[in-house]
């Protein structure tokens, strides 16, 4: 197979407390996959989304990004790569306008003037949201403000989108939406969540972390039925759920 | 350029005013309220002069005086103040309605009345015909420094944010059924805004996370 988009390997690190995360974690994703990260609170999700783009440095083993090492010398390049979209909007967003907000990313990569200004209205387009471009971004809902946050990470075209609990607070009708937006982008995705529904509609394949280790990887139906796995692991469908019963859309 | 979505102080419109670039608009508050302070308070004509300069800016801007009076309740602490130092000030003594109340006093209170209420009146106005963006990109263009700049965006930015958490905590607090009525409930309220201030430094630091995810290097890009 070509060169992973994302090649973890061996990933190992200890907060300076002590407190150890994660275990030597592999993760491969390819070129246009669309993978869930699963596990439950606590499991290392979010240290492990801090080490794809560099923020925390491995205590041991590695990152790489199309085959890019994540290194300091790097670090920038592979931001551009590898865009996080961040559980709260409002840590993301935090810019007078939208416009402003979407810019900053590729602004900071160097882009100006009309090129800017395509980018922007493009990304806005993307996920629905042109129409608020001068809006300043507390005046929208929160269904609106995590749409603009993917937005303003798709500015920045990454090779990988990676998205820590996109589900989280939305009601139905903006989850619902912000799924068939992510369905329709073009881009590798990693979608970090305890919404199993939401990684079963979305993402054919997943892993679950635990314990700061890779305990499954696989096709997201199989890990979802497979009820020893589910209960070792402290992950539990909602009341009413049942993978089995429940007809996938159609892989896309 | 706004969408008319602006901060509470700002007031929609297109006069000359609001169209007047912002950094020509610092410029002019700044040197007007210099020339202000620097005024003798005795020199009571050329304040009616200061005030009716003041009074024309806002009739081209458009913004009714309404709407500036009303958000010139801000100044009423230094009124209290002010109306208290005739009574407080030593010296001699003058009659007015009946009560001795001490000349320079009144002199002090009459400075600091003409001199704050026209500085409220200049920056609401200036508030009011400018969005807080234009202000900051105004201040950039004066050279100020570029962190400080930053620092105001941020604090413009989540001034609202800060505000809903201090009042979904109060609600919090209130529905558990308390209510600061005396001193002795001063220590829940000082560990609330304790719990605030830890919050919003733990957002500050995720708000930088997410920065330096999306490439910032220490500049806020010019766009």
Known sequence: MSTPVLDVQGLAYAYPDGHQALYGVNLHVHQGERVGLLGPNGAGKTTLVLHLNGILTPGAGSVAVSGLPVTKQNVQEVRRRVGVVFQDPDDQLFMPSVRDDVA????????????????????????????????????????????????????????????????????????????????????????????????????????????????????????????????????????????????????? | MGAGHGHKLHYHGHSLIHRLPAHVKIVALLGFMLTVVATPREWYPVFAGYLACLLAVIAVSQVPPLYLFKRMVIEIPFVVFALLMPFIA????????????????????????????????????????????????????????????QIMGFMVRYLDVVTE???????????????????????????????????????????????????????????
Request: hydrophobic residues 45%.
């Open chain 2, 90 to 149: 030593t010296g001699p003594r003058i009659d007015v309605l009946g009560l001795a109340v001490s000349e320079d006093g009144v002199l002090a209170a009459w400075g600091l009345l003409a001199k704050g209420t026209l500085g409220v009146l200049g920056s609401l106005t200036l508030a009011a015909t400018t969005e807080p963006r234009d202000v900051l990109a105004g201040l950039e263009r004066l050279r100020l420094p570029n962190q400080l700049v």
């Open chain 1, 104 to 252: 900053f990313g590729p602004a900071n990569l160097g882009m100006r003037g009309k090129a800017l200004e395509e980018r922007v209205l493009d990304s806005l387009d993307k996920v629905g949201m042109a129409e608020f471009v001068d809006r300043p971004p507390h005046h929208l809902s929160f269904g609106q403000r995590r749409r603009v946050a993917v937005a303003t990470v798709l500015a920045m075209e990454p090779e990988i989108l990676v998205l820590d609990e996109p589900s989280s607070n939305l009601d139905p009708a903006s989850r619902r939406e912000l799924a068939d937006i992510l369905r329709s982008l073009d881009v590798t995705l990693l979608m970090v969540t305890h919404d199993l529904p939401y990684a079963l509609e979305l993402c054919p394949r997943s892993v679950v972390l635990s314990d700061g280790m890779i305990v499954a990887d696989g096709p997201t139906y199989d890990i979802l039925t497979d009820d020893a796995l589910m209960s070792a692991h402290r992950l539990e469908l909602p009341f009413g759920f049942d993978p089995r019963a429940v007809r996938l859309p159609s892989a896309g």
């Open chain 2, 165 to 223: 958490e201090m009042r979904r905590m109060r609600v919090a607090r209130e529905s558990r059924g308390f209510r600061a009525t005396s001193i002795t409930h001063w220590p829940a309220v000082a560990r609330s805004a304790g719990a605030l201030f830890i919050r919003s430094y733990e957002r500050g630091e995720r708000v930088h996370l997410a920065m330096v995810s999306r490439g910032y290097t220490g500049k806020l890009p010019r766009t």
